[in-house]
């Protein structure tokens, strides 16, 4: 008994150090933990990220991977810098949150840091999804793609930035706020657990939650963003009447398996990173 209480209090020590983690570290290592986990993210699901979109645009199914991977660094350059922002924004505003007092976050302060974290990437992530989404559609460059879009004005360039917005705000919220509040909570019902046993169970609640909440979002972005000519995709209002009709309501969770699978397996990878990585790169900021 002895034994197993000195392991749950130490477990619980461990988790106090990886919930702050963002709060701890500076804005510049918070950036390098989201850059790492981002690209991670891309280049292990790129495939899956593919065939979200083909299933949310009504496109076929491929399998060849000259396809499957094309976008692929307008994708790095998207989820890497996406993240980075994410994981640097929330650990700015949880420190305003904290007002300079050295105390744990209630699990209201490190979701809605997250959220509101997430809701700003959008719009700086908008505009390079969408040069993803039409090289996957288009192929050539990402150059020339970029090109084309900014040239045809700020009305291409922030198309469905709104979807995006919404999207990332939910999906931060989970992987940064929601996931490690999860965690947290199964490591003290269960101190034998470990925690990376903890983080799937976590990763399994969170995931499909965050997942269908923002997907319906993330469809009408796909669909905008697909469609810059707006030959059948208007506003997001328009996007969702003409989906709903062609399609019927199911439509807006058009691809939404592949998007659960990728967001359990990024949830797992991000918080990893938050609460691992973080020490086996920044050990002085946990002592």
């Known amino acids: 008994l002895l034994v197993r209480g000195s392991r749950k209090v130490l477990g619980l020590q461990g988790r106090d150090k990886a919930a702050a983690m963002t709060k701890n570290l500076s804005e510049a290592e ?83 840091a997250a959220f509101s974290s997430g809701y700003l990437s959008g719009f700086v992530c908008g505009p390079i999804e969408l040069a993803m989404i039409q090289q996957q559609r288009k192929g050539g460059s990402l150059g020339g793609t970029a090109s084309n879009l900014i040239a045809g004005g700020p009305s291409i360039v922030m198309r469905g930035t709104l979807g995006i917005c919404l999207r990332e705000g939910i999906y931060c919220g989970g992987f940064l706020g929601l996931m490690p509040v999860l965690r947290q909570a199964v490591q003290t019902k269960y101190p034998d657990m470990s925690e990376d046993q903890a983080r799937l169970a976590a990763a399994l609640m969170g995931g499909p939650l965050c997942s269908m909440l923002s997907h319906p979002p993330d469809t009408f972005k796909s669909c905008m963003q697909g469609d810059i000519e707006r030959a059948k995709f208007g506003s997001m209002k328009e996007t969702c009447d003409v989906l709903v009709k062609e399609r019927g309501i199911a439509s807006l969770w058009a691809g939404a398996p592949w998007r659960i699978f990728r967001q359990l397996c990024a949830m797992m990878i991000f918080d990893k990173c938050a609460s691992q990585l973080s020490r086996m790169l920044f050990p002085y900021r946990f002592e």
């Open 30 to 112: 918070n950036a390098v933990l989201g850059a790492v986990g981002g690209w991670i993210d891309v280049t292990l699901l790129q495939a899956t990220n593919y065939w979200k979109n083909a299933a949310q645009q009504g496109l076929p199914f491929e399998t060849n991977p000259k396809v499957l991977y094309r976008g692929y660094f307008a994708n790095c350059l998207n989820n890497g810098s996406c993240v980075m922002m994410q994981f640097a924004g929330t650990g700015i505003i949880q420190k305003l949150m904290a007002r300079g007092e050295n105390r744990p976050l209630t699990n209201i302060e490190q979701i809605g």
